[in-house]
């Protein structure tokens, strides 16, 4: 079954600086990949979605790639401010016999220091 | 309201006590789902409905039994649970009648705690 790795760590950086975030996938080539940015005891928000077919996608201060080669997302937020400190998830999708489903990397956590 | 609601926010009960979380989206999305998420592990799906039928089930124990009476409302009873039971259970739903290629809009979910 697809196998998706996050950062396990956190990752703590200073503000105005570039947050780049890995997510690596095994056993599957999905059609397209999600991230999601999640606060503590909050449901998980929407970010951006991606298509393989798609190299980079951008919006505002966040950018994604897809590398299908790799099997690897990165994510980026530049210009940083603590207001980014959250966990953000990717998530693939699954194929089954009446459509797709998600599946969500553990996440990693970000906090972005004044 | 807007987006999606859940209620209760917060739920204690005993392992003989039987409870219902609620879940209802304003969006006029065509698919809803419940999923587990317990500390630092990754958001487990436990139910799928597509146009009110269930499409998915994750091998979910019986003591937790879904219910969609309409598009826009989600049921997840519980009954017997176990303390490894407790965790954050979150619903979503999606435009699209499988999630395919669709975003997922979650709402805040409810904290359950079995003791």
């Known amino acids: 079954s697809q196998k998706i790795e996050q950062n396990s760590e956190a990752l703590n950086i200073q503000e105005g600086k570039t947050a780049t975030l890995t997510c690596n996938y095994t056993n599957y080539s999905p059609a397209y990949l999600q991230w999601y940015r999640q606060d503590p005891g909050r449901g998980p928000v929407f970010l951006l979605l991606i298509r393989e077919n798609e190299k980079e996608k951008r919006k505002e201060r966040l950018k994604v790639t897809f590398d299908t080669t790799l099997k690897q997302s990165l994510f980026h937020i530049t210009a940083s401010q603590p207001a980014d400190s959250a966990t953000y998830l990717c998530?693939?999708?699954?194929?089954?016999?009446?459509?797709?489903?998600?599946?969500f990397g553990q996440g990693t956590e970000l906090s972005v220091k004044p | 309201e807007t987006g999606v609601t859940q209620t209760p926010r917060h739920l204690v009960m005993g392992m003989t006590n039987k409870k219902s979380l609620k879940c209802e989206q304003h969006l006029g999305h065509n698919a809803m789902y419940w999923y587990k998420q317990s500390a630092k592990k990754p958001l487990e799906l436990m139910f799928v409905y597509s146009l009110e039928e269930r499409v998915e089930n994750n091998s979910v124990p019986s003591r937790f039994s879904p219910e969609c009476p309409n598009s826009s409302h989600l049921f997840l009873h519980l009954h017997t649970l176990q303390p490894e039971d407790s965790a954050l259970y979150l619903c979503?739903?999606?435009?699209?009648?499988?999630?395919?290629?669709?975003?997922?809009?979650f709402g805040p979910g409810t904290r359950l705690t079995v003791l």
């Open positions: 979503a739903s999606s435009q699209g009648p499988s999630g395919r290629d669709n975003e997922q809009f």
């Open positions: 998530a693939l999708e699954e194929i089954y016999n009446q459509g797709g489903k998600l599946i």
